[in-house]
């Protein structure tokens, strides 16, 4: 017999497939469109692609899981990517668009991910 959800996690649920969905679409537009403009270079189209597969990976493991524990971990490879990007937006000038736009949107999702989660009352 099927388990009846409460509105509180089916609500959860479709906020978690609009976040992992956007997720998703960022990714796939970094492998099919990699660093456009005047300031891309081969270093950040090559990673530009390897971010874009990491962000498709993710999104599809946290919304197969549905627990609150993989949208922690989310937020924490996310926070994780922002702050790795620091160093770049600082210090290179060659990479600083880029490493900026990176740290925005790691910064964007850990905080979509840590409103999955809430109080942990999931």
């Given at each position: 017999m099927a388990k009846k959800m409460s509105r509180q996690t089916v609500a959860l649920q479709e906020r978690s497939a609009l976040v992992e969905g956007a997720?998703?679409?960022?990714?796939?537009?970094?492998?099919?469109?990699?660093?456009?403009?005047?300031?891309?270079?081969?270093?950040?189209?090559?990673?530009?692609?390897?971010?874009?597969a990491r962000q498709i990976v993710q999104a599809i493991l946290i919304r197969r899981?549905?627990?609150?524990?993989a949208h922690t971990l989310g937020a924490a490879v996310d926070a994780t990517h922002a702050v790795s990007m620091l160093p770049?937006?600082?210090?290179?000038?060659?990479?600083?668009?880029?490493?900026?736009?990176?740290?925005?949107?790691?910064?964007?999702?850990?905080?979509?991910?840590?409103?999955?989660?809430?109080?942990?009352?999931?």
């Open positions: 997720r998703a679409v960022i990714g796939a537009a970094h492998l099919v469109a990699p660093g456009r403009g005047p300031h891309a270079t081969r270093g950040t189209i090559a990673v530009s692609r390897i971010l874009g899981s549905r627990t609150a524990d770049l937006m600082l210090v290179s000038g060659r990479f600083r668009r880029f490493a900026g736009r990176q740290f925005v949107t790691a910064i964007v999702f850990a905080v979509l991910e840590i409103s999955m989660v809430g109080r942990g009352e999931h």
